[in-house]
């Protein structure tokens, strides 16, 4: 399976957004791109077409996808009837792997999607290591007894602390390791600093 192995601060740097939680501490003392030097002459105004690849790289990036694989994503999301861009994001934040780590079992995309290739959780009572699939309203996600045994689940709350704020349309058993699709993401459930719009634009050059 291929994998962007890419460093994830670096990549935070490219984009000016933190990709993961890692990489705040970091954007706050360099906010300069990679190659470049601090204070260096960049272009005040980029074109449109830059402003749309950034957003593309950066949503890409954001939800962990290769770059067909979003492409592949966008061109679904657009033969379907509704704003294209939302319709984009409600996709991404229906993957197994982000609402893994929306539920709080990881503290970030890129953990949550490690844990579900080594085959921690069971999807609907069956063993499960894609964590490209797309969940829907009544699937049930539970961690498997063994994993439970982990060093990692056992000491899940250090780890991976429950988050502020679980999404509406997700009901977390945290004590039982159990989550349940209870409805769909709307635009207010994902990340609010995006703009999917530039995404669309950029696939309808």
């Known amino acids: 399976m291929a994998r962007d192995l890419t ?14 939680p890692k990489a705040h501490k970091v954007l706050v003392k ?3 791109a990679p190659g470049t030097t601090p204070g260096s002459t960049r272009r005040a105004k980029p074109s449109q077409y830059a402003l749309q ?41 229906r993957r197994l792997d982000n609402v893994v780590y929306r539920a709080g079992f990881a503290i970030s995309r890129r953990a949550a999607r490690q844990l579900v290739t080594h085959g921690h ?8 290591d894609t964590p490209s699939i797309r969940l829907k309203t009544g699937d049930q996600i539970v961690l498997r007894e063994a994993a439970k045994k982990s060093d990692y689940f056992k000491s899940i709350d ?3 602390p429950p988050p502020a704020l679980v999404p509406t349309w997700l009901k977390v058993d945290r004590r039982n390791l159990k989550i ?20 669309v634009e950029f696939y309808s050059r």
């Not at 460093?7 to 993961?20: C, D, M, P, T």
């Not at 959780?121 to 499960?128: A, I, S």
């Not at 349940?180 to 995404?199: A, F, N």
């Open 158 to 160: 250090d780890l991976s």
């Open 121 to 128: 959780f069971m999807l609907n009572e069956k063993r499960t």
């Open 30 to 32: 360099r906010t300069n």
């Open 180 to 199: 349940e699709v209870s409805g769909k993401p709307t635009r207010d459930d994902t990340e609010p600093d995006i703009k999917e719009q530039l995404i």
């Open 7 to 20: 460093s994830i601060v670096k990549r935070s740097r490219r984009e000016g957004y933190a990709l993961h």
């Open 53 to 93: 690849l950034r957003e593309k790289q950066k949503v890409k990036r954001l939800y962990g996808l290769l770059e067909r694989q979003f492409t592949k994503l966008m061109k679904e999301a657009a033969r379907t009837r509704g704003e294209s861009g939302i319709t984009l994001l409600e996709y991404l934040e």
